[in-house]
C-alpha cells in the first residue's frame, strides 16, 4: 500500500552536516520524495507539531530544540517521502526515539544524542502512523508544494493576501 510519511532532519543534523548522510540512509527505501524544503520553525508550528506532548515536562525544551535554539540553527528540512510501506520503511531507517536505545546502524543510533537536560537530540523525525502522517503533512505543506495529490483538497479564493515577492 502506498503511504506518504513526513521526515524532518532536525537542526542538530543541518549543525552536524548529516543531510547527505540522512538522505542517503533513507535512499534505501526506495521511495520517492515528492516534497522537500527548508523551514525556518515559528514557535506555533512547533507547538503544533508536537501538540500530543503538551503538558509533559520536556515540552518547552522540545520546542527549543525543533525551532533550533539549540544549536543555533534555526531550521529544519522538512521532506515527503511516498511509496509502498513508507511509514515502516522510514521509521525503520530512523530507529527508536531515544538514540540510546537505537539500533546502532539506525539513522538515530549513528548520530542522536541525549543532552544533559534530557532532550533527546534524534537528528531526524518520521511520522507515526498514516493519520499523523496526514496531519503532520498538512501542517508543514501546502497542496501545490507536493507533486502528487496525497490528500483530497478544494479551490479557495483569497483576496488580498500579502506575500514576499522578488523586487
Known sequence: ?????????KPDGLKKSLTGNILTRLSESKLEIVAA?????????????????KGKPFFNELIKYLRGE????????????????AIEKCRELAGSTNPEEA???????????ITTIGVYEN??????????AEREIKLWFMPEEIIVDLYVTTQVLE?????????
Open 159 to 167: 483576496k488580498e493576501r500579502k506575500k514576499k515577492a522578488w523586487a
Open 103 to 113: 539500533e546502532s546502524t539506525t539513522i538515530r543510533g549513528s548520530y542522536g544524542r
Open 123 to 132: 537528528v531526524i523525525h518520521a511520522s507515526s502512523n498514516e493519520a499523523e
Open 1 to 9: 500500500m502506498n503511504q506518504a510519511v513526513l521526515i524532518l532532519i
Open 70 to 85: 539549540l544549536h543555533d540553527r534555526r531550521k529544519v528540512m522538512a521532506l515527503v517521502y511516498w511509496g509502498e510501506d
Open 37 to 53: 524544503k527548508m523551514v525556518r520553525v515559528s514557535k506555533e508550528l512547533a507547538e503544533e507539531h508536537y501538540q500530543h506532548l
